[in-house]
Each structure stands twice: as C-alpha cells, then as structure tokens.
C-alpha cells in the first residue's frame, strides 16, 4: 500500500512539473508564479485597468504588407487576438465580420485589425487556407514572433482592445465579442 501511495505521489509530482514545462516552454506562461485566476469561458469580460498607451507594433500583412499600429493615430482601432484553433475564436468570426462589412465601411475613422498570434498557431499556409474558408475580408496581421502577444499580455483568446485615436487602450475584452458591443465600444 505505501509502495503504491509513493509511486501515486511521484506520478503526480511528475506530471504536474510536465504541465508546468509544457505551458513555459509554449509561451504560455512567461514567469514563474503566474497563476490563472479566472474561469475560461465563452462570455466576454471587460479587464480592469488604467488607461495607458498602446504598444506600437509593425506587422505583416496575408499579403506582404506591413501595418504598423502608430500610423493609424487619428482613427480608432480594434486589434482583435486569435488563433485559427480556438474555438471561442470560430465563434466571433461572423460578428467581427458584420463589424467590419457594416459598420467599418460607413465609418473610415474605425479600424478593424485580427492579429493571429501565429507563434501559436499552425503556421501561415494553415492560416491562409482558414482565412479564406471563414470568409475573413478584414485585415489579419501574422504575429509570427510573439512579441505583440507578449507585449499586449494575451493569456485569454479571443482578446480585444479598443484602441483610441491618440493611441490609448480604452478598452480590453477578453473573450468573444459581438458588433453590437464593439459599436457600442467605439462610439464612447
């Protein structure tokens, strides 16, 4: 019996540092201590905090192009984070969409930017492939070092930011969105 309470204890012990290892060496964590405390789920969840200045960022394009985050000063910006497995991701996708299609076209003062976090995801061809067979018209920017992801500290995906025209995070969603809330978001 304790032979097998030791050998039941050395299991865990294992798998629990497995896990650890798993999620520093993913970038999923960054730092030791960190612990996760809030539920995951599909319902959107404004963060709290201070208003402060959106890190810059320059990415590419699907087609090449770079896009860089202070250019679009004067305009608000909606900088969408995701991946092309996560389904809460799969969810938003009509309403970033609808966003985009309806209200951006008539309001060219608001951005719209997806930016796949492609260091987690399954690499740019996967990506293309899902952009095209989801329909996605709005621009989708590659991550493809994780430096915004880690400069933006994404834990959650789909995360959110409303981004104001002097280039100040007004707002942060974690989890799916809907046009309704994003309208709502950007005319504030």
């Known amino acids: 019996m304790r032979r097998w309470i030791r050998s039941g204890t050395w299991a865990f012990v294992v798998g629990v540092f497995g896990f650890y290892l798993i999620l520093t060496s993913g970038g999923m964590l960054d730092e030791p201590g ?14 709290a905090f201070s208003a402060a200045a959106a890190p810059d960022f320059s990415l590419q394009n699907l087609q090449g192009e770079t896009i860089q985050l202070s250019d679009l000063r004067g305009k608000t910006v909606v900088v969408n984070f995701w991946t092309t497995w996560c389904p809460p991701c799969h969810d938003e996708i009509p309403e970033l ?29 996967s990506i293309q492939h899902f952009v095209k067979a989801n329909l996605m018209t709005f621009p989708i920017l590659l991550d493809s070092d994780g430096e915004t992801q880690k400069n933006y500290q994404i834990l959650t995906i789909p995360t959110t930011f409303i981004v104001d025209k002097e280039g100040v ?3 942060k969603i974690m989890g799916p969105v809907t046009k309704d809330e994003l309208i709502e978001q950007v005319k504030q």
Do not use: C, W
């Open 97 to 125: 969409e609808a966003f985009y299609s309806e209200y951006i076209k008539e309001n060219p003062d608001v951005v719209l930017l997806g930016v796949n976090l492609t260091k987690e995801d399954h690499g740019e061809e």
């Open 169 to 171: 995070i007004k707002q």
């Open 34 to 47: 960190f612990e996760r405390n809030m539920a995951v789920t599909n319902e959107p969840v404004e963060a």
